[in-house]
């Protein structure tokens, strides 16, 4: 992993370190602790700042023969550490073996390979520095050239630590993003009715109708509005548009409310008229809506039931995308509420349909307005990236793509920037010597520079 990882080509060195190594990072979409940012507080050691939460590398090491408690059990950080490094080696050609030396190479300088025999001078050259006041939470954010950081959060959130944060002078924008997952959630009724009780306090709106669920929601948008939100989330398996009647959502509502379970077909009701609702607030205020689609979420149920949800048990999805995909985009369209959009599938066999897909529904009024966004979670790899920039460049206009994000929940993830442009830069420079595309540096490092940066800051306005 020297300067010229991943970079075949002289062009693609040029591209890399010319242009996208220059250029800050937006992670318009992570999962990082906005507690964790306002109290910016040392990591005690390199477990919790590396480990902790992160159940890409806990598949692993289950998949090795480690036991969950040195996943996410009650062992000892050090062991928990130990652990893993016994796996690393295990992890040749899968992209964690990538990210985690460049992980250790960029934020601590560590340029040996992790593994039992390196594992405690590893660790304890790394949790020695993690005490150091530039490798608080903040710190690390700049050491890696972050200029905007756009959190996870639920709309009942009182969004107190970006308040917090929003009062320090740290160089980097910390904004919220409205992910109102749990609202679609009415396949547990006893679930749901929590969560509209928790809206209820945020929002001092009684909710004794659907009408007044959407009041007592429109009330949070407005309140994440005021405090720089400007986009949206959804994790849903599929895209909600069947065709409904509002008196319907009403007695659906009445139903849920009163602790009773819906049909299939009353569900997918339900959550279309929501989740239509929830596209028309977006666009009222000029958001971006993002949508991750196509996540078969919590398989294993009996370490769901141990663990709970995002700890390492979910797998890509087969669902159908097009049809409900478009008849949801068509139905904002139609009206004139299209607000921009991001799509992301976890199934690779989608990326045609994504791709062409953001082509239906592009009106010339804003660049790039309907996106397909960058490679997610399971396609986050080098085949994967590659595949999503080569759909999007020929169905699609690649120098438009708003570019990459972490959606991670460590500190220690901006890496996978640096990772998604040294591939970009290759993928160009392998074009350029095959003759495929000219020799035109200027061309080519603007283009760079916007993928990399400038197309996410005009995009969302940052």
């Known amino acids: 992993m020297d300067q010229h990882f991943l970079l075949q080509t002289k062009t693609a060195e040029y591209l890399y370190h010319e242009h996208a190594a220059r250029m800050p990072v937006i992670d318009y979409h992570c999962h990082l602790s906005p507690g964790q940012m306002a109290g910016n507080e040392n990591f005690e050691n390199l477990t919790q700042a590396w480990l902790y939460g992160d159940h890409y590398k806990w598949r692993a090491m289950r998949a090795n023969g480690i036991d969950e408690q040195y996943c996410s059990g009650h062992a000892s950080d050090r062991e928990k550490f130990e652990k893993w490094a016994e796996t690393v080696p295990y992890t040749l050609r899968n992209p964690l073996y990538h990210w985690t030396h460049l992980e250790l190479s960029r934020y601590f300088g560590i340029h040996e390979l992790l593994n039992p025999r ?71 009724p006893t679930g749901f009715n929590n969560y509209v009780n928790a809206l209820i306090r945020a929002s001092g709106q009684d909710i004794d109708t659907y009408q007044q669920l959407l009041i007592a929601l429109e009330k949070r948008h407005a309140y994440f509005h005021a405090r720089d939100c400007r986009l949206s989330d959804h994790g849903i398996e599929h895209f909600y548009a069947s065709d409904y009647h509002d008196r319907d959502i009403q007695v659906y509502f009445e139903r849920l409310r009163a ?41 294993n149920t009996r370490m769901f039931n141990e663990n709970g949800p995002d700890t390492g048990y979910d797998s890509i999805g087969d669902f159908q995308m097009a049809i409900p995909m478009a008849k949801f985009l068509n139905r904002l369209e139609a009206g004139g509420k299209l607000p921009k959009t991001i799509l992301y ?78 591939i970009l830069c290759n993928l160009l420079g392998n074009d350029v010597e095959k003759g495929e595309i000219p020799n035109d540096a200027e061309l080519l490092g603007q283009m760079v520079e916007n993928i990399c940066y400038y197309n996410a800051k005009n995009y969302f306005k940052f």
């Not at 989740?275 to 993002?290: F, I, K, N, P, S």
């Open 345 to 422: 599938n976890l199934n690779p066999a989608d990326n045609e349909v994504m791709a062409t897909m953001a082509g239906n529904f592009q009106d010339g009024s804003i660049p790039g307005k309907i996106q397909w966004g960058s490679s997610w979670w399971f396609l986050d790899q080098k085949d994967g990236i590659e595949k999503q920039l080569n759909g999007l460049s020929n169905m699609g206009l690649l120098g438009r793509f708003v570019g990459m994000l972490t959606d991670s929940r460590s500190f220690l993830s901006y890496p996978r920037h640096e990772y998604f442009r040294r």
């Open 118 to 188: 390196s594992a405690q001078k590893i660790y304890e050259k790394a949790s020695a520095m993690l005490q150091e006041d530039q490798f608080r939470p903040l710190g690390l954010l700049q050491k890696m050239n972050v200029e905007v950081v756009c959190t996870t959060d639920d709309p009942v959130d009182n969004l107190e630590h970006h308040t917090n944060l929003q009062k320090k002078e740290t160089g980097i924008r910390i904004l919220p993003t409205w992910r109102p997952d749990k609202i679609l959630a009415v396949h547990d």
């Open 259 to 299: 602790g009773k379970k819906l049909n299939p077909a009353e569900s997918e009701m339900f959550r279309s008229a929501v989740l239509y609702e929830l596209a028309l607030m977006d666009h009222g205020r000029g958001w971006t809506q993002q949508f991750h689609i196509g996540a078969l979420r919590n398989n």
